[in-house]
Structures are given as structure tokens and as C-alpha cells.
């Protein structure tokens, strides 16, 4: 049985902060933090964790922001900049990974007053664990101050910190605050976004596409107006990136998205829908299989993904999206395509018995549509 991912923060990894921070600061409570960070510790779980040690460090730490920030730097574990993060771990040489958590929710907390010192020490944390929720508050606390800085960064020998430009100033970030701002206005990201986006690092690049992918949930015509900017003549890598952060406008259908895809023509040709079986239960799996018959005397490049509309409590259906191919369908050509959809349990989705439609799209266009029943 895997261990439960709270234990990634562990009574042995505060402990090893503890005889860190000691080092790094003469006369640190040790004690003091251990006892504080550890009360009930076993009871809670991840997130609360990482916010019990925050509140620890906040009751140890020197009220004097410059001296708690350099205490924070000297426990830190040296890094090349180059290693995955995943990889970093905590131990006799410093902190990294998981543990870096709640010193960068300290800086969040204790550090809004002097932004400079404090985004000095994020770039540090960055390097070990990532930043990209401590950053956040800064971005709205002081804009200016935090896109100046970002910009600089965008040239950062480290692949980390070059992310911390794109993923902390997600809008969208999940499980991240909301940047409201930004949700509003995308504007001031939009500059170190063309300054990242052929960065050497797909590290990086990831983040720049689902930053894209972002904004396109409540600016669709920003992102389809950055892809007939930024497509045309794109490196192999940059239409890759392109291509995730659009992933969200294509199954929506947008048609000047799927224009610059070249996947803005209906299917020439016929589609043919089956699901099966007919009816299942809860937790059991469906067979997709689309038949498509080309009628064209050229290749067809589709986009074909598939909505199912889900039984609400109420009788009514809500759709959602599923990525299903992309593909050529050559001149005359017939293929079928196959998927395997289960219907099983999960957290962000309650399902309720009753017939359930499932539409197939190709370029944005519905062309088949077949259906399933869920028995309670």
C-alpha cells in the first residue's frame, strides 16, 4: 500500500529543519519550533502540515524580516540549478524538497513589506522546491515591483526560476490563489510569455502552454490572436507548446483556433457512431468506436473529440469535453477508431442514473452522436 502523501512532510523532516535553522541562527529556539510544529502533527494532513511548520517558523524566527530571510538561505541544500525538483531531497548538506514548502508560505506571510528581499529569497527557494504559491500574494500586493523583476528572470541561468516567471503568474494556478487581476487583464504576462516560449527548457515551455491554456478560458481571442502571431515559421518546439495551449479552444470549437491549425473545414466524408454495452454500472468502462469514411480526394487533417453529457441530479445534462484523436485521414480512406471511456467514481464529478448522450465532433463540428445508459 502506498504511503499517504502527507508523510512527504514528516516528524524527521522538521526535526532536520530545526538543527538547520539552529545552525544557520545562533540562539533558534529548536526546542521551541519542534514542540510547536509537531503538536498534533500526525492528525494532519498535507497542506495543513506545511501551514503548521509556517506558523512554527513565524513564532522562531526573528521578527526582523532580513534576518529571518538570510536564516532561510543558509539552511538550504546547494543545488546545480539543472536538477529536477523532484529529485531534491532534504538532508545533512540543507533543505530541499517538500520541506522548502513552508518557508516560502513564511516568506508569503512575513516578507509583503519588503518585496525586493523577499522575491530575492523566492528565486533562492525556487531552486529547491518551487515558489509558485509563495509568489503569488507579491503579485498583487506589488505588481510593478513583482512583473520588473519577473522580467529579469526571464534570463535566469536556472530553468526553475525561469518557470517561476510563467507558472507563478498563472491566473488560473491550481490550487494557487486566484490572480484577479490577471484573470481580468492578461496584459502584463503576455511579454514573458513571447520571452519564454522558445526557451531551451521544455520544463519551462510546459509552463508557458498551460499558462496559454489559462488565459484562454476567459480571453479565447487573445490566444487565437497569439497563434496567427506566433505559429507561422514555428520551431518544432514552439508548435508543440502551441498545440497544449490550445488545447482547451480546440475542443471548444473556436474557429479562428482551429483556423490556424489548419482544421477549420467539416469532415468531407461520413462518421458513424457506436457505444457499447448498451447499459452499465457505475465503475464499469465503455467502448467508443467511431467509423470514418473519407469522401475527399485529398488528405483531411481532424481533430475529433467526443462529449459526454453527463445526468445532473435535477434530470437535466451538462457536457464535458474529452480528447479523443488527431489524425490524417487520407483521400477515400476508411478507418475505425476505438476508445476505452470508464464511468467510475471521482471526486470532481457526482453521477446520476439515466440516459446519458455522447456527441463525436471532428474540427469543432458535431458529425455522430450514439448514447449509454447508467443504471443506479
Given at each position: 500500500m502506498p504511503e499517504p502523501f502527507k508523510r512527504l512532510l514528516s516528524p524527521d523532516l522538521v526535526r532536520l529543519a530545526g538543527s538547520h535553522f539552529a545552525r544557520a541562527l545562533p540562539g533558534f529556539p529548536h526546542a521551541r519550533f519542534e514542540a510547536l510544529a509537531l503538536d498534533g502533527f500526525d492528525a494532519l494532513e498535507m497542506k495543513a502540515r506545511a501551514m503548521r511548520i509556517a506558523d512554527a517558523l513565524e513564532a522562531t524566527l526573528p521578527g526582523d524580516f532580513a534576518r529571518a530571510a538570510a536564516a532561510i538561505k543558509a539552511t538550504l541544500a546547494p543545488v546545480r540549478g539543472d536538477e529536477a525538483l523532484g529529485e531534491l531531497r532534504a538532508g545533512e548538506a540543507g533543505l530541499a524538497g517538500w520541506i522548502v514548502w513552508p518557508l516560502g508560505e513564511f516568506v508569503a506571510r512575513r516578507g509583503l513589506e519588503e518585496p525586493a528581499r523577499a522575491l530575492a529569497c523566492l528565486r533562492e527557494l525556487t531552486q529547491r522546491f518551487s515558489a509558485e504559491f509563495a509568489i503569488r500574494p507579491f503579485l498583487l500586493?506589488?505588481?510593478?515591483?513583482?512583473?520588473?523583476?519577473?522580467?529579469?528572470?526571464?534570463t535566469d541561468p536556472s530553468p526553475h526560476v525561469r518557470r517561476l516567471v510563467s507558472e507563478g503568474s498563472r491566473p488560473r494556478l491550481p490550487w494557487g490563489i486566484v490572480l484577479k487581476p490577471l484573470v481580468a487583464d492578461p496584459a502584463p504576462t503576455l511579454p514573458l510569455l513571447a520571452a519564454l516560449q522558445d526557451d531551451p527548457s521544455d520544463y519551462v515551455r510546459r509552463s508557458v502552454a498551460n499558462h496559454l491554456n489559462d488565459i484562454a478560458k476567459d480571453h479565447p481571442a487573445v490566444v487565437a490572436?497569439?497563434?496567427?502571431?506566433?505559429?507561422?515559421?514555428?520551431?518544432?518546439?514552439?508548435r508543440?507548446?502551441?498545440?497544449?495551449a490550445s488545447r482547451t479552444l480546440i475542443k471548444r470549437g473556436e474557429r479562428r483556433v482551429l483556423a490556424a491549425w489548419g482544421l477549420d473545414t467539416r469532415l468531407r466524408g461520413t462518421a458513424a457512431l457506436s457505444v457499447a454495452p448498451a447499459r452499465i454500472r457505475l465503475?464499469?468502462?465503455l467502448t467508443i468506436e467511431l467509423a470514418l469514411a473519407s469522401s475527399a480526394r485529398k488528405p483531411q487533417a481532424l481533430a475529433i473529440d467526443y462529449v459526454v453529457h453527463h445526468v445532473r441530479a435535477d434530470g437535466g445534462t451538462s457536457p464535458k469535453v474529452f480528447k479523443g484523436w488527431n489524425l490524417v485521414l487520407g483521400a477515400g480512406e476508411q478507418r475505425v477508431l476505438q476508445r476505452r471511456h470508464p464511468v467510475r467514481p471521482i471526486t470532481t464529478r457526482r453521477y446520476y442514473p439515466g440516459r446519458h448522450r455522447i456527441e463525436v465532433q471532428v474540427n469543432g463540428?458535431?458529425?455522430?452522436?450514439?448514447?449509454?445508459?447508467l443504471r443506479a
Open positions: 500586493a506589488h505588481p510593478q515591483h513583482c512583473f520588473e523583476t519577473l522580467a529579469v528572470w526571464t490572436g497569439w497563434l496567427e502571431d506566433h505559429l507561422p515559421g514555428a520551431s518544432r518546439e514552439r508543440a507548446l502551441l498545440r497544449h465503475g464499469e468502462a463540428r458535431l458529425v455522430a452522436e450514439a448514447g449509454f445508459d
